[in-house]
């Protein structure tokens, strides 16, 4: 039976340096948790927790790759948020890597929990395992599709967190995140996506730069309400072992994201169509986001146009 609110719990959250771990952190701190950070700073900053008195949260430099040091770490904790992952574009540079982090990474939290027991891992996987999808909206049992060694990775995560439910009795409960943008979200790391680098280049006056023909589309999903999602299915009773989307359930193509963000700025559109990169190989994409609502009552609350607004706020104080 897992506790209704997490003050005074002791958590742990992988990858808390990261964009979502760092949101994920101040809204842990700011409910009264006790935190832990374990992070590698492989694409995580200590300038995402800036703000973030030091003294509220305790930063732990190593890797998920280190099982001694998991296993310390997930031996004090209650709930542990596993967000640390070699991101798609790290990943598809180097396979191994990824394989040792996101494969390797999340078998320790889970080898640690079966012996510890908290009351919850929480997994942060993606939508990015269902490739190329066959219908629109995506439901969590729709096919996958293995089409990148990231989701590879992200997907045997699952596979892990499902076999220690069933094996062991590891109260687990995954999330499949759908491209989170907002707030410390570094527009300078090469790896970020894509409403950043919008917003970095419209911020500076440059052309927004569209990889093929802008008419690819996403699911776009600001990151309080990925952060609210993610407690509210670590808190319910009803979510364990379940898996959830966490989207909008809105389509938006690359195009009119690039529209968005040029009026936010008061800028005509004039994008530069660049290369498709390997990695944009998927054409379509949006979640359905009803088992959520269903069961754990979560709905987001933050539409396109306020995110960005929101986003562009805290880039013009940052
Ligand atoms: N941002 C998105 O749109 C999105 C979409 C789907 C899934 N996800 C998942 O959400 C999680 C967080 O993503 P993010 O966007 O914040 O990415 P991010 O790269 O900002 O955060 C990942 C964090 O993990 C850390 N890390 C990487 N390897 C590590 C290791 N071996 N040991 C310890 N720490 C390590 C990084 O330094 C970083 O702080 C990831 O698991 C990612 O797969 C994110």
Known sequence: MVVSDLKGQCVLVT???GFVGSNLVRRLIADGAVV???DDFFTGRLENLRGVGPESYRLVRGSVTDSDLVRQLVSDAEFVFHLAARNIIASTRNPYEDFKTNI?????????????HPQRVIYTSSVSVYGNPRYLPI???DRISLLTPYAVSKYSGEGYCQAFYESYGVSVVVVRYSN??????????????????????????????????GQQTRDFTFVEDAVEATL????SPKSEGEVFNIGTGVETSVE???????????????????????????RRRVVNIEKIRRILRWVPSVTLAKGLCKTQQWLQTA
């Open 256 to 282: 009119t994201l690039a529209h968005l963000v040029s009026d936010l700025y008061g800028l005509e559109l004039v994008p530069l169509h660049i290369d498709r990169r390997d990695i944009d190989n998927i």
């Open 232 to 235: 509210q299915a670590a808190l």
């Open 104 to 116: 390797g990474g999340t078998l320790n939290v889970l080898l640690a929990a079966r012996d510890y």
């Open 180 to 213: 989170v943008y907002g707030p410390w979200q570094d527009p300078q790391n090469p790896y970020c996506g894509v409403v950043a680098k919008f917003m970095q280049r419209a911020q500076s006056g440059l052309p927004l730069e569209i990889h093929g023909d």
């Open 15 to 17: 990858g808390g340096a």
């Open 36 to 38: 832990t950070i374990l």
């Open 139 to 141: 439901n969590e049992d």
